[in-house]
């Protein structure tokens, strides 16, 4: 399994539900992330998980809530949000770390299109 | 903090032809890695291609290569014999030493936008 699995594909909420978005990979990788796109824009880091750690952007608003149960699951829980929060949301994940190798590389779900209504 | 700038926000090109998309990134980081990848309007984000700062000899993948010119932090994309498939949104991207806390976090470029004509 090569792949890094997002859902839902799509996503309509209102600005007072809760909902979650789900990402999985079953490659063995140690650490994932959350970006966020918006049309026409390149994809902005908000969160990253190594080794089960959280790493965070500190411009994300607390609305967005990740959590990693286990390392090959990784969560965006969404309250509250806002119109300006509907993007396309890009879950990645990547090797161990080694010290040695550096030139692993990201690899990306195909993302999940939230909008805020 | 690095930067990454595309400044092209479009680009055209015949299919079987050469184009060339611009990068440009600033960095006091000696060891790093830069990357080019293609999002299709299927939204996948796919690698190209990526170089490591510290090989002097360009990477070369199929028909996409590299031109890295580390004193002018420059790193630009050759596409050659252009095909329909090729039509996407290419963005460059910088990634620093990796690390076990930031793992391989990607900077982005803005992006240029590729059209391939018939």
């Known amino acids: 399994d090569t792949e890094v699995t997002q859902t839902p594909k799509h996503l309509v909420m209102g600005m007072t539900n809760k909902k979650s978005l789900k990402c999985e990979q079953h490659m063995g990788h140690r650490a994932m992330y959350w970006y966020k796109q918006k049309a026409k824009k390149p994809p902005e880091l908000m969160f990253v998980?190594?080794?089960?750690?959280?790493?965070i952007n500190e411009s994300v608003p607390s609305r967005f809530s990740p959590e990693c149960p286990n390392s090959s699951l990784l969560n965006l829980h969404l309250h509250a949000l806002q119109p300006e929060d509907s993007a396309l949301y890009l879950c990645?994940?990547?090797?161990?770390?080694?010290?040695?190798?550096?030139?692993?590389?990201?690899?990306f779900g195909a993302g999940s299109r939230l909008t805020v209504l | 903090a690095q930067t990454v700038t595309q400044s092209q926000p479009e680009m055209s090109v015949q299919e079987a032809e050469t184009v060339t998309l611009s990068c440009t990134y600033d960095?006091?980081?000696?060891?790093?890695?830069l990357f080019w990848y293609k999002q299709p309007p299927s939204r996948q984000m796919i690698l190209v291609i990526r170089?490591?700062?510290?090989?002097?000899q360009n990477a070369t993948e199929n028909r996409f290569s590299v031109n890295f010119q580390k004193a002018a932090k420059s790193f630009s994309l050759k596409i050659s014999d252009s095909q329909l498939g090729d039509a996407a949104m290419y963005f460059c991207a910088y990634r620093s030493e990796a690390s076990r806390v930031s793992g391989y976090a990607l900077n982005f470029g803005k992006g240029t936008s590729l059209l391939v004509t018939p």
């Open positions: 990645a994940s990547s090797p161990p770390y080694q010290q040695v190798s550096g030139a692993n590389v990201l690899t």
């Open positions: 170089q490591e700062a510290y090989k002097q």
């Open positions: 960095t006091s980081e000696s060891d790093y890695y």
């Open positions: 998980y190594s080794y089960e750690k959280l790493s």
